[in-house]
């Protein structure tokens, strides 16, 4: 297995990107090829004993920027690391890409430039995943921010792709929810109301609607979304996250007595943090296109990168390509049927 | 100045609205109304020393229960605590109505029932709002739940409505914000794109777009959205607070050690929640409607009960409904003229 790591794409690029590379060759035995510049990677492979490990280097001269339009700048800069990795994927040279860069650059990449892998046949769009931390099982939310507004059918597709996808993680019968304004059949804005309608007829675990206090739950598997209301809720629940342990630390500081009790608890905050900790999952797949493409955090450190990679390696291993394929293609007739009269008016 | 109360409104009433009651007419001495049912709102009075209050109760023999579907319930039940006192509203009877019940039982008395206050004039669709407490400053956030599906201006005159309400408030100039996902102009669903141009030429503090971990970091006054996303906003919000907040209990429980930190540290917690508390902010208006109308939370103590009086009286001081008619109207021809070419396609 080969798997394609982006070394220009996170905050800290390259630097933490080979790290996470390296440390992800050790672990898990696999080739890893480092795409972007070829004198910094070296510089920074250098720092370690990378003997007996299958580390291999591809130039990329240019970068796809935070700040930049995905759709442009993937145009613009063929020779980007993103392009020039997801290529290799696309050309049968690699298994799986990975890169903690602009999400909306890889989506980009995935779509229109030169190393395009394509919609896999059926998909209305491509959806960007996440694993929640919650207090339960581990929750998919799909979309976060590939799609702001959504048809019916696409946010089916979503539930059916984060099933997959579920499934792929080991999860059997995924529970599939809906995120909405209330948890009744009735609640959701026109394009909820509308899929909700439509799931319920398609063979999937699809369990009804959730509201935004269970996405940290943990009582559903998949959540499914359009990608504005995706990403404001998953930026509600980290802004809320860091506030309240800021909150808590700064209190716990005033005062002597509550200091030396925050001292005293710190395994219990760590333990809490390590649990809610999105450095431990790496990342989640760009899921709806033709290959594995991981999308890591931005703002990941080496073993963010390192467990990214873990999940490109469990994505190939258990084909999640295909299952996302079968699952489309097994709803496809019943979709298009259903759609239809919605279609005509 | 004359507030009704709905008596049957929360979740444990007419108890803790009854006792919210008694305590607002001692802290305000204001004429405090009691609507519901007579016996039962005669019984939890005579638990206190009501001598001196200026406290009525006003019989209503129905309820509009939390499940039940807002405009038919308040059609069916024009006897119900909700329509009877607004009705003393509309009728010039009362100054403000507050509640704690079904928020959209609340929202369809103002609009539908015989006790209709109906909107006040321009104004597309009132809006819910709440007060998110935060690192900083409060911020008010609206639409929570009223609207799923938003047109462009609909969500302009949120902006303005909140605008009017954090001047009542006492905040000068407040600081207007779109929610989106992305602080760039250019983000956002098509009504919130739509809904930035045309809050750029109107006469507002409007800063942008802000992201959803921005909603508890107080840097802004108001926060408008579509009440789809706003309610899973303030659910994520709540969620992850008290998912947090049990997470870390559960942790310091664990340990002898942590425990003993754990009550060491007890009071830097209780600051804490004392901060984020939404009982200290009572509730907040209904806005748009031709009247003062509180929503709060359904979950409401006494505490809550009484601060959300608080908040009507401030409103009835502060002329909510004069600034909100007088900024809609200001912004109106502005407005309707800049909708003309998007109402023609």
């Known amino acids: 297995m080969r798997i394609v790591l982006d070394a220009m794409g996170s905050d800290h690029a390259p630097q933490v990107d080979v790290a996470g590379g390296v440390r992800a060759a050790r672990r898990f035995g696999?080739?890893?090829?480092?795409v972007g510049d070829q004198k910094r990677i070296q510089q920074e492979l250098d720092q370690y004993d990378t003997a007996g490990l299958k580390l291999t280097v591809v130039h990329a001269d240019q970068v796809?920027?935070?700040?930049?339009?995905?759709?442009e700048a993937v145009r613009n800069k063929p020779g980007s690391s993103?392009?020039?990795?997801?290529?290799?994927?696309?050309?049968?040279?690699?298994d799986a890409f990975v890169s903690a860069g602009n999400s909306g650059g890889v989506l980009a990449t995935a779509l229109v430039s030169a190393g395009r892998l394509e919609r896999i046949h059926g998909v209305q769009r491509p959806a960007i995943s996440t694993l929640v931390p919650t207090a339960g099982a581990k929750t998919l939310l799909l979309d976060i921010g590939a799609n702001t507004d959504c048809k019916p059918d696409w946010l089916v597709q979503f539930a059916l792709m984060g099933s997959a996808y579920a499934k792929v993680l080991g999860v059997t019968n995924p529970r599939v929810a809906l995120l909405a304004n209330g948890e009744e059949d009735t609640k959701g804005n026109a394009a909820v109301q509308a899929a909700h309608a439509l799931l319920r007829q398609l063979p999937l675990n699809f369990v009804g609607n959730v509201e935004g206090k269970d996405i940290v739950r943990g009582i559903v598997d998949v959540i499914a979304c359009d990608g504005f209301v995706g990403n404001v809720a998953l930026k509600t629940a980290e802004g809320v996250f860091s506030m309240i342990l800021s909150q808590i630390k700064q209190e716990i500081k005033a005062k002597p007595l509550t200091s030396l009790g925050g001292l005293l608890a710190k395994p219990a905050f760590k333990t809490v943090s390590k649990k809610l900790d999105y450095r431990e999952y790496g990342g989640a797949p760009l899921l709806g296109v033709n290959g594995v493409v991981i999308i890591a955090h931005g703002r990941s450190d080496a073993l963010a990168m390192?467990?990214?990679?873990?999940?490109a390696i469990n994505c190939v291993e258990n084909k999640l390509v295909e299952g996302v394929r079968s699952d489309i293609e097994a709803s496809l007739p019943t979709l298009t049927r259903l759609m239809q009269p919605q279609q005509q008016t």
């Open 30 to 34: 696999q080739e890893i090829t480092l």
């Open 64 to 71: 796809i920027e935070m700040g930049e339009h995905p759709s």
């Open 82 to 94: 993103m392009v020039v990795g997801m290529k290799l994927v696309r050309d049968g040279q690699a």
């Open 306 to 311: 390192e467990n990214a990679i873990g999940v």
